[in-house]
């Protein structure tokens, strides 16, 4: 069963607190992708994975950290530098970085994460 | 500025009508338009894409337009059911050029359809 797993899918954290979301792809794609959703407002690209060992930051990587030791998982830590966690984060893989219409990035079902 | 708007930002229907999402959009250059449908609680699943020389697009029920001179799209839904209460999200590829294949995404027309 080919797909984007995402775990847990509900998480809540204690403030000052590091948390690690996970992100598996068995799609043997290349890059990943991290984003954030919050109520009202467009996905917006915390990190992102082109290949093995490389990652790069998005538009809100303060407080965030990723590592990328395997093709197939893309974890993304919430650290306490972090002001305002609480949302719903959705992980993502694709082919390749490049554009294009075969190109689609595939979500996984996401991790609502809540700070206490 | 590359932006993505959606209008309205929520809309209820009855199950059984028609009802049509609006996108306008000023990435540049621009590569490929999707239609996502994200359910509540769950990441988003694409319905359509369309490039630049497509403007007309259907998936079942759903049928996207395009016009990429005035950079707008629509999402029609036709008989409404129950189960396309969601979040749709209109998103934008940037073009050739750009290494990322950078997404700008909209933020989403809430519907709901009541029995």
């Known amino acids: 069963d080919g797909g984007i797993t995402q775990s847990p899918k509900y998480l809540f954290r204690k403030e000052g607190q590091n948390v690690t979301l996970s992100c598996e792809q068995n799609?043997?794609?290349?890059?990943m992708y991290w984003y954030r959703q919050d109520p009202g407002q467009g996905l917006r690209l915390i990190y992102y994975s082109q290949i093995v060992n490389d990652f790069q930051k998005g538009d809100i990587a303060e407080g965030y950290s990723v590592s990328r030791e395997k093709k197939e998982s893309f974890p993304l830590t919430v650290t306490s530098a972090q002001k305002n966690p609480t949302a719903f984060y959705l992980c993502?893989?694709?082919?390749?970085?490049?554009?294009?219409?075969?190109?689609?990035?595939?979500f996984g079902p996401g991790t609502r994460l809540t700070v206490l | 500025k590359n932006q993505v708007e959606q209008s309205p930002q929520s809309l209820i229907i009855l199950e059984g009508k028609n009802c049509t999402l609006q996108c306008n959009y000023t990435v540049s250059p621009f590569s490929n338009l999707r239609w996502y449908k994200q359910d509540t609680g769950r990441g988003p699943v694409s319905l359509t894409i369309?490039?630049?020389?497509?403007n007309t697009k259907s998936n079942g029920r759903y049928t996207a337009t395009l016009d990429a001179d005035t950079k707008q799209s629509s999402l029609h839904i036709t008989a409404s059911q129950l189960s396309d209460s969601a979040s749709y999200i209109c998103v934008v590829s940037e073009g050739r050029g750009s290494t990322l294949g950078r997404l700008y995404f909209g933020r989403g027309t809430q519907l709901t359809v009541w029995p």
């Open positions: 993502a893989s694709s082919i390749s970085i490049s554009g294009g219409i075969y190109n689609e990035q595939f």
């Open positions: 799609l043997n794609h290349d890059a």
């Open positions: 369309m490039t630049f020389s497509e």
